[in-house]
C-alpha cells in the first residue's frame, strides 16, 4: 500500500472510530439511565411471601382471588419503577374477585414492550373479559394497546396517566391526584375522571421514594362513603374508605368520598 492510499484511509479511520466511540458513549448512558430505578419498599415484597394466590411465571406476577373468575385486569407499571412495588394494589384488586396480571418490563419501562398484553391474552384464554390498566408511561402504553385493539379490551385504567389513542373515555376510569397538573393539564374528557386530594404522580406504587394511592395521609370526612357512579363496562375499583376525591361533572370538581367493592 503506497503513501496516497493511507493518506486517503486515514480520514474514514478516524471517522469510524469517533462513530464508535459515540455509539459506545451512547449505549452507556443509556445502561446507566435504566440502572437507576426505583425499588420497591418491602412492605410491597411480603406481599410475595403470601402463601397461595400468587404465582410468578417468566415476566408475569399472576395474583389470582380465592375462586374462579373470567375477568383479569393486566398492569403495566410506570417508568422506571419495580414492578413489585405495585403488587399491595394489585393484592387489595384481586380480593374483589379478579385476577390481576403484572408484567415485568424490560428496562423497567413499558414504552419495550407495549404489545406484551396481546401474548398474555392469547396465553390466557380461560379469561374472557380484560381489563388494562397502568401508571404513567404504563397508563400511556395500556391506552396504546386498548386504542390498537378494542375488541380485546373491556376497559381502561389510568392512573397519573390521561387517553392516549381514541380508546373511548367512557370506558375509561381516570385517576389522578391533584397535585400532578402535567396530568390534569392534558385531560380533555370529563367522564369517568377521578382527582385524588393531596395525591403526586408518584403515588401509584410502593417504593422507597413513593407512597401507594391507598393509603393518603387524610383523615376520613364523612362516616358515609358515597360511590362513584360504576361505569357499565367495568367492575369498580377498590379504594379504602376516607378518600378526599374529586369526580369532574360538567368540566366542574365534585367533591367525594368514595368507597367501591367488585362484584
Request: with cysteine.
Amino acid at each position: 500500500m503506497n503513501t496516497a492510499q493511507r493518506s486517503r484511509r486515514k480520514p474514514w479511520l478516524i471517522a469510524g472510530g469517533v462513530v464508535l466511540l459515540i455509539l459506545a458513549l451512547l449505549v452507556g448512558a443509556f445502561f446507566w439511565y435504566v440502572s437507576d430505578y426505583y425499588r420497591a419498599e418491602d412492605v410491597a415484597l411480603e406481599v410475595l411471601e403470601q402463601d397461595t394466590g400468587i404465582s410468578v411465571q417468566d415476566n408475569l406476577t399472576i395474583l389470582s382471588p380465592s375462586y374462579p373468575t373470567d375477568t383479569a385486569i393486566l398492569f403495566y407499571p410506570g417508568a422506571k419503577v419495580e414492578a413489585e412495588a405495585y403488587l399491595p394494589l394489585l393484592d387489595q384488586i384481586r380480593q374483589t374477585g379478579v385476577t390481576c396480571i403484572l408484567v415485568h418490563m424490560p428496562f423497567h419501562m413499558a414504552i419495550f414492550d407495549a404489545d406484551a398484553a396481546e401474548e398474555v391474552i392469547a396465553r390466557f384464554p380461560k379469561f374472557q373479559h380484560w381489563y388494562m390498566a397502568g401508571h404513567s408511561m404504563g397508563g400511556a402504553m395500556a391506552s396504546k394497546f386498548a386504542s390498537e385493539h378494542p375488541d380485546q379490551v373491556d376497559g381502561l385504567i389510568l392512573m397519573g396517566a390521561y387517553l392516549y389513542g381514541d380508546y373511548p373515555a367512557e370506558k375509561t376510569l381516570t385517576i389522578y391526584g391533584s397535585l400532578n397538573q402535567s396530568v390534569e393539564d392534558h385531560i380533555d374528557y370529563t367522564e369517568n375522571v377521578v382527582e385524588i386530594e393531596g395525591g403526586n404522580h408518584a403515588s401509584s406504587a410502593t417504593t422507597a421514594r413513593r407512597r401507594a394511592i391507598l393509603r393518603p395521609p387524610f383523615p376520613p370526612r364523612s362516616s358515609r362513603p358515597r360511590r362513584w357512579p360504576p361505569s357499565r363496562h367495568f367492575w369498580n375499583l377498590r379504594i379504602e374508605e376516607g378518600h378526599r376525591c374529586f369526580s369532574r361533572k360538567n368540566g366542574k370538581r365534585a367533591p367525594m368520598t368514595w368507597k367501591t367493592r367488585g362484584r
